[in-house]
C-alpha cells in the first residue's frame, strides 16, 4: 500500500488548503488514518485522525477550530481542510494509515506516505 499526499503549496497567512491523501488500489475506509506535521528543526507531531468509523480526533490544540479531517469514501480519499493558517503551521504533513482501523499512535501506523509541503508566509 502506498499513501500519496496532495495538496501543499504556498499561501499566505490566513488562507486556506485543502491536503489529501489517498492509497491506489485500497479501500482507505477500512483504516484509521492520521495527519502528522513536522516544521524546519522540529518534532513530528500529531495534528488529526479519523478512525474506520468516522470518529475525528484533533491533537494540536492550535490547530481546533481551524483545521478538519474527513473522508471521502467514493474518492477514497482523505482530506484535511486547513483555514486561517498560520506562519507556525508550516511544516511538511503526511499521512499515514493503521490497518486496524482504531488508532493513530505513532506505534499503530503501518503506512506513512512521503508528505507535502505547506509554507506560510506573511
Known amino acids: 500500500l502506498q499513501l500519496v499526499e496532495s495538496g501543499g503549496g504556498m499561501v499566505q497567512a490566513g488562507g486556506s488548503l485543502r491536503l489529501s491523501c489517498a492509497a491506489p488500489?485500497?479501500?482507505?475506509?477500512?483504516?484509521?488514518v492520521g495527519w502528522f506535521r513536522q516544521a524546519p528543526g522540529g518534532d513530528r507531531e500529531g495534528v488529526s485522525c479519523?478512525?474506520?468509523?468516522?470518529?475525528?480526533?484533533d491533537y494540536t490544540s492550535s490547530v481546533k477550530g481551524r483545521f478538519t479531517i474527513s473522508r471521502d469514501g467514493a474518492k477514497n480519499t482523505v482530506y484535511l481542510q486547513m483555514n486561517n493558517l498560520k506562519l507556525e503551521d508550516t511544516a511538511v504533513y503526511y499521512c499515514?494509515?493503521?490497518?486496524?482501523?482504531?488508532?493513530?499512535?505513532?506505534?499503530?501506523?503501518?503506512?506513512w506516505g512521503k508528505g507535502t509541503l505547506v509554507t506560510v508566509s506573511a
Open positions: 499515514a494509515a493503521d490497518m486496524g482501523g482504531t488508532s493513530c499512535r505513532p506505534r499503530d501506523l503501518d503506512y
Open positions: 488500489g485500497f479501500t482507505l475506509g477500512h483504516f484509521a
Open positions: 479519523i478512525t474506520s468509523g468516522g470518529v475525528t480526533t
